[in-house]
């Protein structure tokens, strides 16, 4: 039984310890939100936070992330979160939308440590969300647009 | 052009030949013909519904087969039926669009939910079957939306007139509410709807003028999925989870059209959390209790592969073959004047071979499907579901039922890009033939990256040789083609339509129908056949078609020595809405205007799928010869413009797909076997690689057309020919790394 505490609650799973993070989410916890896309980190559909750093799921074994505090699309709550969901929403960022909380986990984390972020900044932060529908510059604006409304 | 065909392939289903008229009566007719007569509620099946609200519904007469739009609730929502998928290029927000504006809805009380499965209510008028593809969505629903609003409308006034005992004429209704002003009363459509649902569907109503539309042309209107799509809410097929389901991978020959020899699944079984291995027809399947368990359990297998009929050769003997076929006469697409003979007595000659490659569609959403066995026979699909009548027949076969005992709940697919519908329901079939194998439990499979990327269905691989000249004048006099490629059709039910006289129309959309005026065209075919599977990629055969021919037009402008837009417009006299789009994109890219040093602009100019797309690319190029899209400039007509915010989005992402494929990416193949696995060998575009795009839209009351697809064609050459502007070197071989671009 492996124990985790995800969105601020402990939950015991009784998982190998080398299942990824992302399927104990998906397939133990029934928590769809974080997505699968690529299972060798080089997506972004699966990022959560482990301890306020994104970080992709499906390359973190579930022993791993034992004694962390993990955050999901599900739990996200915040100044950071909820201005970058609202942008998201204000500028109808999303075309599948597949990637999407993935990219809005990486945004969260680009925010909450860097309340102005640069264009080279936001390349930095979210070149390794993938979206195949390419609403990159969409994300981009609505970045800058929760930046700002943050600032407010 | 595939969608015009395919219709054509229906043969028994019609379209209103006059799609326009104050007159009801031929709509009704048409829809009859797909089985229905209007509207709405009570009669559709509950699964349709699961979601909504409960309740009495309007407008459900006695119509033994209900051509079900839309719905009315007490609670005063009004839910549209969406037979078409939503893939992410917005159409459940964009038919809602077009039934909210008929009925004067607020556009806060619209709601949208997938339709089910059932093609004789809900096919796609251009296949005849229910199905998404070929940008046909909007075009499509377009008359029998506007008609459905406009009739629910006339019902919820006619409702109010009789209760208020008051003349229809004195009756407005405006963003969801019905009013008598005379009488200071109003009702919103829920307090309306039940009464309303008694009346008998009217004969005639009037459609709007497209000057009086508020929701048609809004660019604020947000789409329906913008909230569930930023909390993790929105529902894939990935995240269906039935009671008790299974998950299952299903292990493929490494070659195309390679089978299963031999199986030793001592160790996959030893795996924990798998709990059966079943071998079939496509491969073997790994059951588990979960998706890591089956991908270990897979890994874990050890499968020996009759490789008798597989694809042994790489993709540079495949190539090389190809270029052999070119040297001969292929099938003939366009032949119009004399060629050869003009060619020869042309001034300048321009000759040029293009290459490209096998491609991947790779949606984000890896495929894959929940099948759940019905006792009394049949099953209920999840997926995100774009050819239904195909999967209902093909599951039907496999099950050995009728294929309305195929329950299909569609759910929002992440990403398709031509993928998810194929004339055989690959994955689907997969999923049902594990499901009847399994038969204990809802089996889920799916695919992983892997699979996706080394799964086929591929962009084919396709050879263009171009020979082309103009006069002393620097008129184009002559234009000779010939195009080597598999074809996708060949084989499956579309084929005696989609192939004539060994043509297959997919094959040479965009370069058989050449748009600039040449007097003398020639235009063949060879289509070689290989076991690697091959498929529509978004915009389909105008991927390879446009490239070659705004590359080839562009040298033939350099050889003529006339400015590139010029040029094209002196050849587009009679095409009017190519002619607005380029003229409105140079105008807006600043064609005219110099550039400093080290960049320059391309243009390119297409019609796909009934809709005009021009580009213009700035680019530069640095010490090291590094090319960077600096500027990306659109203009499209495809008429109407309903959702102006979502035809934005879907340029500008077709614009991306363009260039994010054109600078690398390629499936390549050494002795039969794939050589990319996974997003590290197959490198999508990033965030930091995309470049601004600009859209702009030519205002148009034209009925609209589609926009998921036409972004596409005309991205890369523009692209390109900025390339040849900035550095004299042409780009002829895709990937541009092939043509030596960094």
Known sequence: ?152 | MLHHLIKQAAGDVAVPAEPVTASRRSFLKGAGAVGGGLVIGAMLPKAAFAAETKGPTIIGPADPRPQAFLRIAPDNTVTVLVKHLDKGQGIMTGLTTIVAEELDADWQQMRGAFAPADSTLYANHFFGIQGTGGSTAVANSWDELRMAGAAARAMLVATASARWNVPVSEITVEKGVVRHAKSNRTANFGALAEDAAKLPVPQKVALKDPKDYKLIGDPSLHRLDYVSKTNGTAIFAMDIRRPGQVTAVLARSPRFGGTVKSVDSAAAKQVPGVIDVLTLPVGVAVVAKNTWAAIKGREALKVEWDDAKAETRGTEEILADYRKLAEKQGNVAANKGDAAKALAGAAKVVEAEFVFPYLAHAPMEPLNATVELKPEGGCTIYAGSQFQGVEQKVAAAILGCKPEQVAIDTVWAGGSFGRRATPNADYIAEAVMIAKAYGKAPVHLVWTREDDIQGGRYRPLFLHKIKAGVDAQGKLVAWQQRIVGQSFMAGTPFEPVMIKNGVDETSVEGASDMAYAVPNLAVDLHTPVSPVTTLWWRSVGHTHTAYAKEVMIDELAAAAGKDPVAFRTELLKDSPRLLGVLKLAAEKADWSKPLPKGRARGVAVHESFDTFVAHVAEVSVNDKGQVKVERVVCAVDCGQAVNPNIIEAQISGGTGWGIGHALRDEITMTGGVVDQANFDTYQPLRNSEMPPVEVHILPSTVRPTGVGEPGVPTAAPAVANAVFAATGKRLHQLPFTKSGMV
């Open chain 1, 1 to 152: 039984m492996i124990r985790l505490n995800i969105n601020g609650q402990d939950r015991d799973v009784d998982v190998p310890p080398d299942m990824p993070l992302l399927w104990v989410l998906r397939d133990e916890l029934n928590m769809t939100g974080t997505k699968f896309g690529c299972g060798i980190a080089q997506c972004g559909a699966c990022t959560v936070h482990v301890d306020g750093v994104a970080t992709r799921a499906c390359q973190t074994p579930a022993e791993s992330a034992v004694g962390t505090k993990i955050t999901t699309i599900e739990g996200i709550s915040g100044k950071a979160a909820e201005a970058i969901q609202a942008a998201w929403q204000k500028l109808d960022v999303v075309q599948c939308g597949y990637c999407q909380s993935g990219q809005i986990m990486s945004a969260v984390a680009l925010l909450t440590d860097n309340h102005n972020p640069s264009d080279s900044d936001i390349d930095a932060a979210m070149d390794g969300n993938v979206c195949r529908c390419a609403t990159y510059p969409r994300i981009r604006a609505a970045i800058k647009d929760a930046a700002k409304a943050m600032g407010a």
